[in-house]
């Protein structure tokens, strides 16, 4: 009896093989691969259920209680647009000063800016929060004007800055949503409350 038909046969039923291995291991890395598709979004769904949750939190806060901003009092509002800043080699000690203030842990809590009316305090403060905010590291500001309705004086000044910080820290929300349901009318109370 001849071996060659023996191998042959042989040699075909390997070659079989090998393409129904081959095919068995694409199915298997498709599989793989759905399934980390599968995990992935997964993961999605916990990010944007989280996601809509802080949105709740924001949306609450603004049909429960709508925070009474005081117009133009941002740094870069369009009532003060064209506002000045310091030019690039003017006030630089101060708002070197003012830029380590903020970025030592050891700091004070304030870095209190004030001199006569006309100095160019305000020049300086849109100055520095035009470079924080470029930097990132502008929660809020607030900027007075005397003479006007809701700049003029303090009474707004809690929510807008409340408002500014949500804004840029999403999980500040559900805590302000909470010392508001505690106390609704907590807005227009003195500054000590």
């Known amino acids: 009896m001849s071996l060659q038909p023996f191998t042959s046969v042989t040699s075909q039923r390997?070659?079989?093989l090998r393409t129904s291995v081959k095919q068995e291991e694409q199915k298997l890395y498709q599989w793989v691969q759905l399934n980390q598709h599968l995990q992935h979004g997964e993961e999605a769904k916990s990010i944007l259920a989280r996601l809509d949750e802080m949105s709740r939190s924001v949306?609450?806060?603004?049909?429960?209680?709508?925070?009474?901003?005081?117009?133009g009092a941002f740094w870069n509002s369009y009532m003060d647009?064209?506002?000045?800043?310091?030019?690039d080699l003017t006030r630089t000690k101060l708002r070197c000063q003012i830029s380590e203030w903020a970025e030592s842990?050891?700091?004070?809590?304030?870095?209190w800016?004030?001199?006569?009316?006309?100095?160019?305090?305000?020049?300086?403060?849109?100055?520095?929060?035009?470079?924080?905010?470029?930097?990132?590291?502008?929660?809020?500001?607030?900027?007075?004007k005397k003479g006007e309705?809701?700049?003029?004086?303090?009474?707004?000044?809690?929510?807008?800055?409340?408002?500014?910080l949500i804004l840029h820290n999403h999980q500040l929300a559900s805590g302000v949503l909470g010392a508001?349901?505690?106390?609704?009318?907590?807005?227009?109370k003195a500054f000590q409350e």
Not at 59 to 71: G, N, R, T, V, Y
Not at 127 to 141: D, M, R, W
């Open 14 to 16: 390997l070659k079989e």
């Open 180 to 188: 508001i349901q505690n106390d609704p009318d907590i807005s227009p």
């Open 113 to 144: 800016l004030n001199g006569m009316a006309g100095t160019g305090m305000s020049t300086i403060a849109r100055t520095v929060a035009k470079i924080f905010n470029g930097k990132g590291q502008l929660g809020a500001s607030f900027f007075f």
């Open 149 to 164: 309705a809701h700049r003029g004086n303090a009474k707004r000044f809690i929510p807008t800055i409340v408002k500014q």
């Open 81 to 87: 647009q064209h506002e000045t800043f310091c030019l």
């Open 59 to 71: 949306q609450a806060i603004a049909q429960e209680f709508s925070l009474p901003i005081a117009e």
């Open 105 to 111: 842990s050891e700091s004070k809590c304030i870095f």
